[in-house]
């Protein structure tokens, strides 16, 4: 499974949009890109998850550039309770998954 | 739909004790999988459930672990006995991806159990 590298805190206000960006540089041909999302005394949530380009929901925008090493997980105009635990994992999408966790970036939004 | 439910939300053993954890997961979901983060460490995989079937157990630390899930409803784990270093945050998932499906990817977690150990 392909090791992500990504920064381990950040710091916004609210209101702004804040992009976390995540490095996997030997992603394999058949992974995805996910990401999580964890409050404190909770268990990780799923956010999104791509193969490359760009994908966007209701909560954020997942950017992946053509060469699948680096991904950004944008989320638009934060408010305070984005503050948590942004995981970014990558693994096969089908079958039987083993996620993979590493450090996870800390988003603080502050007033 | 109730999510994935897990009991207790926290327990404090001795050494030397067992402790029991159960997981609820989603109704329908197939697949079952324990999680763990012990203090200051990363979210590290347990091992995996298809069914009533343990499909890979490799994360299992050791022999005082034991898994079971008996009708393919909900899971136990169970720690016997029970070290200083299995304090730590216990999470279950479950997700409805099988070998022939081709899921979204997304594990729903519980909101883990919470073991300490003195």
């Known amino acids: 499974l392909a090791k992500t590298t990504q920064p381990i805190s950040m710091d916004s206000y609210e209101g702004q949009e804040v992009n976390i960006t995540c490095s996997h540089n030997?992603?394999?041909?058949?992974?995805?890109i996910t990401w999580y999302q964890q409050f404190p005394s909770q268990g990780p949530r799923f956010i999104i998850q791509g193969y490359k380009t760009k994908v966007t929901n209701e909560v954020a925008s997942l950017f992946i550039p053509a060469d699948r090493k680096s991904s950004t997980l944008s989320l638009p105009r934060v408010s305070l309770s984005d503050t948590a635990v942004y995981y970014c994992?990558?693994?096969?999408?089908?079958?039987?998954?083993?996620?993979?966790f590493g450090t996870g970036t800390r988003l603080l939004v502050s007033p | 739909e109730a999510g994935v439910t897990q009991f207790p939300s926290h327990s404090v053993i001795e050494k030397g004790q067992t402790v029991t954890l159960r997981c609820d997961p989603i109704?329908?979901?197939?697949?079952l999988y324990w999680y763990r983060r012990v203090m200051g460490k990363e979210i590290k995989f347990l091992l995996h459930?298809?069914?009533?079937?343990?499909?890979?157990e490799s994360g299992m630390p050791n022999n005082r672990f034991l898994a079971e899930r008996t009708g393919g409803t909900y899971s136990t784990l169970k720690v016997q006995p029970a070290e200083l270093e299995d304090s730590g945050v216990y999470f279950c998932?479950?997700?409805?991806?099988?070998?022939?499906?081709?899921?979204?990817?997304?594990?729903?977690f519980g909101e883990g159990s919470r073991l300490t150990v003195l």
């Open positions: 109704s329908g979901h197939d697949n």
């Open positions: 030997n992603i394999a041909t058949n992974d995805y």
């Open positions: 459930f298809v069914k009533e079937s343990k499909q890979d």
């Open positions: 994992l990558v693994g096969g999408r089908t079958g039987f998954q083993k996620l993979v």
């Open positions: 998932a479950s997700s409805q991806e099988g070998l022939a499906f081709v899921s979204t990817g997304e594990l729903f």
